[in-house]
């Protein structure tokens, strides 16, 4: 499980700052919240969601309905730290690692630790549009 909220904060850390930038209008924004959002979504994140899971299944009690649920709700009200801006993180970690979750895949160490590239490579991506833009502007 935890290797799969691994890959879960990675996606979510490379998701997260296009939707608070829809328009994308702003490489240096982008670039900024995804550097001070990533480690906040690797630490905070996967470890509230470890427990909203590990809470979500001990008041659910095999019903997997309720889980999902508290699971949704638990992830809401450790998402509320920062109001909607965390709480927007909070709900895309929730749907990604439910989508992980339903593959049913036995995630390898190997694999989690490879996500990590992917917000790497965006990080490096974003650096490399700011200056070339800045270049040419």
């Known amino acids: 499980m935890f290797r799969r909220k691994l890959i879960a904060a990675s996606i979510t850390s490379v998701l997260y700052p296009l939707t608070l930038n829809p328009h994308f209008i702003e490489l240096e924004f982008l670039g900024l919240v995804m550097m001070y959002s990533l480690p906040v979504i690797y630490i905070y994140g996967i470890a509230t969601s470890l427990v909203s899971d590990w809470l979500a299944s001990l008041l659910a009690k095999k019903k997997n309905k309720l889980a999902i649920i508290l699971t949704f709700l638990f992830h809401t009200i450790f998402g509320l730290v920062l ?11 929730f749907v990604i690692d439910r989508l992980l979750k339903r593959k049913q895949e036995n995630y390898q160490t190997k694999t989690a630790l490879l996500s990590f590239l ?20």
């Open 118 to 137: 992917l917000p790497i490579c965006f990080f490096i991506f974003f650096l490399v549009l700011i200056m070339l833009n800045e270049r040419g502007g």
């Open 83 to 93: 109001l909607h801006i965390s709480l927007i993180a909070a709900w895309l970690f």
